[in-house]
Nanobody, 117 residues
Framework: QVQLVESGGGLVQPGESLRLSCAASELIFTFDVMGWYRQAPGKQRELVATIRSDGTLTYVDSVKGRFTISRDNAKNTVSLQIHSLKPEDTAVYYC???????????WGQGTQVTVSS
């Protein structure tokens, strides 16, 4: 069973930065897509950013210019660099990984990010 373990969350003030990391128990280049979702209190889980096996990056509009997703095959990690944090970025951030054939998806347990002054 694939395990995804997130780290790097915490309590920060508006305008500060964080770097979230996701460590995978299997080689990340074997996944077709990896990415980050987030879920704020009382809201549905939202896709934040993805990185495909060919390197294609996608971001939800609300984070473009502030969030950067990247991967390190040598460390077997996917990271999410977050700048200029806003209170509305407060959420649990989940790492996920997906394979197309066979179709399977994996989730981490999540890491809490709280932005508050």
């Amino acid at each position: 069973q694939v395990q995804l373990v997130e780290s790097g969350g915490g309590l920060v003030q508006p305008g500060e930065s964080l770097r979230l990391s996701c460590a995978a128990s299997e080689l990340i280049f074997t996944f077709d897509v990896m990415g980050w979702y987030r879920q704020a209190p009382g809201k549905q889980r939202e896709l934040v950013a993805t990185i495909r096996s060919d390197g294609t990056l996608t971001y939800v509009d609300s984070v473009k210019g502030r969030f950067t997703i990247s991967r390190d095959n040598a460390k077997n990690t996917v990271s999410l660099q977050i700048h200029s944090l806003k209170p509305e970025d407060t959420a649990v951030y989940y790492c996920y990984a997906r394979r197309v054939l066979p179709a399977v998806q994996y989730w981490g347990q999540g890491t809490q990010v709280t932005v508050s002054s």
